[in-house]
């Protein structure tokens, strides 16, 4: 196990900071997601350009489209060939398709 960097009780501060902003955007995107209020295709466009939605599990992604869960998204990426320690930016051209087919 690597040993974790040594950081004064400021930087630590703000790397909690910072990944508890980052928790709480992909909260609100997968919630967006769940209620309708955002499609898939607005969420790929999103995705290229910013860093917190690309970093968004996939599985995670999928288990929040509704009407699906962890085992119906897991089923749909087995099928699609998606790994499933894939984020939304490792995403091939051929895997964005097939998803977008999906829920379109």
């Known amino acids: 196990m690597p040993i974790p960097p040594k950081l004064t009780p400021e930087q630590r501060q703000a790397a909690l900071k910072k990944a508890g902003e980052v928790r709480r955007a992909r909260a609100e995107v997968k919630e967006l997601l769940k209620t309708g209020s955002m499609s898939i295709t607005e969420l790929f466009d999103k995705a290229d350009s910013d ?54």
């Open 51 to 104: 860093e917190v939605i690309g970093g968004i599990k996939v599985e995670r992604l999928i288990a929040a489209m509704p009407g699906m869960g962890k085992v119906k998204a897991m089923r749909l990426m087995e099928s699609v060939g998606i790994a499933d320690n894939r984020r939304l930016r490792g995403l091939g051209d051929r895997q964005r398709e097939a998803l977008l087919k999906e829920f379109t």
